[in-house]
């Protein structure tokens, strides 16, 4: 018996999707199942009541965390990337190529260790500004809260976002920039008005590839900002752990899906137009 | 006053790179610092008293951070294997055979990446308890395994894609099977793409906290758990020791990517 080339393409790819399908499919949907069954059973909105009633100051937190730090990500990725490819001062441009990647690969959870530390109120970054005379030892506080937050995931993502933007600034045709400093142009003008246009694709596909991570981690809230309020992850565990309680954890977790399904879509919709393209 | 003005213009340009130094080095610093911290506190802006005494206390072979850093590269071996088990065939199957629905199944193994996990992890942990094996390597395993997959998928279907088709018809006119050619062409040239995302899930699991904290414990102590109770236990030096061991392999990654991922690989990825 022979295989088509379809089906053992099929039966090539089928272990892999089992494991999809057991691992997020099947729990994909309980989620979705558990999210709106009430506690008889049958369809009912209980859970999220309960969800907004408890944590609705926590969605709004979680979000505009969120929107903020990919805001600062981006900015932050702009003037690096920016600065790697219109740079001049070489000797500026070799520090900065050599810096800026060191946070790309370090886990979430050794970020939120450092930053726990760095931005407490007698860590090392008041104690820094202390010694310069910048600030006085009364006036330094704790940037353990919503700061400390996002100041982590931008530490965090920033190298990822600059390193799709710079390679996509670097293959853009040097010609037109060069033509656009040579008319009397600004640097700066050159990059807003010039070259951040043609790779705005890229930059969407990684702040919003950003979105999803952010909004997936559970370590970085835990070990920043332990109080009230907190990102809905670190709410999803604590009614899973404290209370067992099933359905309100899931339609938080129904409700992180909605948030990032704005975000999802218009990547999935890049990835399609890429697709069609011939 | 050109020369003035693009003076200053140096002076803040090298102010800001100054800057940008601190806050993106100033963390990691302050974590060395915290490792050979043996007294510190408040007002002092530096550690009172240096020493290994915590070093030696975590690399004590009896230590709670060598057993945990055992299980990590125990169960990051087994991941690596089984998402290579299951992304060659499917790698290979996307790159080179006809597949219908080619990209609803790339972005079926996307989605595991693409959806806030949390949900979905403390799901998989209540499957994993009714049958019986939440707290075990073998569930911490299929978890980070099906996390990485994605990496896995995507970039051996691109290293496949990389592959010359003109040299496995080479091998086939010289009369070798479809499986040797496999075996002795396609693979061997595939492989620093298929190595490097080996290499990528490796440091993805030993990396991943949310899916272990929810599977995995208390039966199963990762370093990121290790890390992640030392910390909310206040033990800062041993949360930064552990810190510490868990950047060595991210560090070396990053010096290390290029030389295995190549240029022709990455502009497959995903396409």
Known sequence: MSLSQRNLALLLIAPGLALVAALFLYPLCFSLISAFTGPQGGFSLQAFGKAWELYSGDVVFTVVIVLASCFFTGLAAIIIAGTLTLGENRWIVGTLKALYRWPLFIPFIVAAQCMRTFLAKNGLMNNSFVSLGLIEPLQAVSYLDWRGIIATFVWKQTPFVAL??????????????????NLGASRMRVLVELALPQVMPQLLVALVLSFVTMLSVLSVPMMVAGSQPTMLTVDMAFRINAYGDYATANALGVITYLISAGAAIIYLKRGMAKENTP | MIRVASGLRMVLAAFALAAFAFFLIGPLVNLALWSVAERWYTPYKLPVVYGTRYWEQVFRPTGDAMAS?????????????????????????????????????????????????????????????????????????????????????????????????????????????????????????AAPGIIASGIFVFLESLDEFTGTFFVGVPQVTTLPLLLYNAAMGGNYQVASITALILLVPSVLFMLFIERFLRADVLAKVGA
Do not use: C
Not at chain 2, 96 to 107: G, H, N
């Open chain 1, 164 to 181: 799709l933007l710079a390679g996509a600034l670097a293959s853009l045709d040097r010609a037109t920039l060069e033509a656009g400093r």
């Open chain 2, 69 to 189: 850093l055992a299980t990590s590269v125990w169960i990051a071996v087994l991941t690596v294997l089984l998402a290579l088990a299951l992304s060659i065939p499917a790698g290979y199957a996307l790159a080179r055979l006809k597949l219908p629905a080619r990209a609803f199944f790339m972005v079926l193994f996307l989605l595991p990446q693409a959806f806030p996990s949390v949900a979905i992890y403390i799901n998989v942990a209540r499957v994993f308890y009714n049958i019986g094996i939440n707290g075990t390597v073998f569930a911490v395993v299929l978890v980070h395994a099906a996390h990485g997959l994605v990496y896995s998928v995507w970039i051996a279907a691109a290293a496949f894609a990389a592959v010359d088709k003109d040299l496995e018809l080479a091998a086939r006119n010289i009369g070798a099977s479809p499986l040797k050619t496999f075996f002795s062409v396609t693979l061997p040239l």
